[in-house]
């Protein structure tokens, strides 16, 4: 048995309510096989809605979540009221996250942390910068940033976490790392898993690529053996491009 196949569309800060249902109403019938993991991280005002029209069908999710359970954090969203909205995972550590809005490794693993404890499952997403990869830096970052955002996540909890590589410099650029570049990468993360955890765990574990992908490199991307699927922005947005990626993939899969 592999491991299972995931993709995930990231919204960011796009769609209206009635977009969004709309795009999972559109989707439904475009999809032919369930037989990989597909998931929607969407506006938070967007979540009820969107779990209410997916029916089960999709795994919904947010884009950020507090690391508190209540309080006054104004402006936050707590796991209870994404658990309440109908969603059952978070991104945690999107580059946008980390370096728009500053959040710093040990917030992160905070919200790793929590999460896991309030059953919301962890999309953690690492990637160096391009100033990193250029200086031949990527490990060093991937290593920290595994480190730091799983410290302390017991063995048992691992299940609930899948790794999205997501080079920054590719995110939203139209310039994705080529298949062996992700390929490398996800390795190395795989090992870093298997040092801090056990071979096995790092085996079981899905490792995500994101950054750019499209109908046509996801083709290639997925023939990897490290590359479990797939993180999509961009093309996550128009209802026909996700779900002939999802379509791909899950032909990949059969
Ligand atoms: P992109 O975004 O596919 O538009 O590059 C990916 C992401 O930010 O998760």
Known sequence: ??????????????????QARDFIHGLSKKISSTSI????AVPFTALSAVSEASSKKFLIGVQNISQFSEGAYTGEISTTMVKDAGGTF????????????????????????????EGIKVVLCIGETEEEHFLGNTEIVLKA????????????????????YEPVWAIGTG??????????????????????????????????????VTVKNIQELIQQPDIDGALVGGASLDVESFATIVNFLADVNL
């Not at 299972?4 to 796009?14: P, T």
């Not at 728009?100 to 929590?114: G, R, S």
Request: charged share 20%; with cysteine; glycine share 8%.
């Open 145 to 164: 940033q595994l480190q730091q955002g799983l410290k302390g996540v017991r063995i048992e909890d691992m299940p609930q976490i899948v790794i999205a």
């Open 37 to 40: 993991q597909v998931g929607l």
């Open 175 to 212: 310039r994705s790392a080529t298949a062996d570049e992700a390929q490398r990468a996800h390795s190395f993360c795989r090992s870093v898993i298997a040092h801090a955890y056990d071979k096995a765990t790092a085996e079981r574990v899905s490792i995500i690529y994101g950054g750019s």
């Open 90 to 117: 978070s991104l945690i550590g999107h580059s946008e996250r980390r370096r728009l809005y500053h959040e710093d490794p040990h917030m992160l693993c905070q919200k790793v942390h929590h999460c896991l404890s």
């Open 1 to 18: 048995m592999g491991r299972s196949l995931v993709v995930i569309g990231n919204w960011k800060m796009h769609k209206t309510i009635g």
